[in-house]
């Protein structure tokens, strides 16, 4: 079942983060939190790229690859892996929550549910499966024990 993805999940980040920029100043629709409050998305941004960054880290660490949908050779179950089952992407949400934050309109907010859709829909159904089919009942009892995302 291996698959290539011609677009990563990083590219789909970048172009939200592209979309919710131009969002941002084209259409702002309205102002949802406002400075300072909007500064605390600063710190959504921080922890999102720290736990993506420490997640993707573990990956080398434990030999096997981080881009999706290339075969597994060890099922990373440590660090973030213990609380949930996709903190790379579950990262790349929260630096784009927080960037939204930042941004304080409503217009930044509106990439958020198309990009956790093609995360969702793209990559972690199929590499929920790709992960069955490599680990089989390590998975599945890894999978009982850990949520997807939170």
């Known amino acids: ?7 990563i999940p990083p590219i789909y980040f970048l172009l939200s983060l592209i ?11 309205a102002r949802l939190v406002p400075a300072p409050w909007s500064y605390c998305g ?6 999102g790229v720290i736990m993506s960054a420490a997640a993707s ?11 999706p949908f290339e075969r ?7 660090g973030y892996y213990r609380w949930t089952r996709n903190p790379m ?3 790349l949400v929260l630096t784009l929550v927080g960037a939204a934050v930042l941004f304080g309109t409503l217009g930044a907010f509106l990439p958020l549910p198309v990009f956790m859709w093609i995360i969702q829909t793209q990559f972690v159904a199929g ?6 089919e490599i680990f089989g009942e390590q998975y ?5 024990q850990v949520r997807r995302w939170l």
């Open 89 to 91: 992407y579950l990262g």
């Open 42 to 47: 600063a710190v959504l941004v921080i922890v």
């Open 1 to 7: 079942m291996e698959q290539k993805r011609k677009i």
């Open 140 to 144: 599945l009892a890894y999978k009982r």
């Open 127 to 132: 590499e929920e499966r790709f992960l069955e």
């Open 19 to 29: 979309a919710m920029t131009a969002l941002h100043y084209w259409l702002p629709i």
């Open 57 to 67: 880290s573990s990956f080398r660490r434990a030999g096997t690859p981080v881009i």
């Open 72 to 78: 597994s050779t060890v099922l990373v179950t440590s």
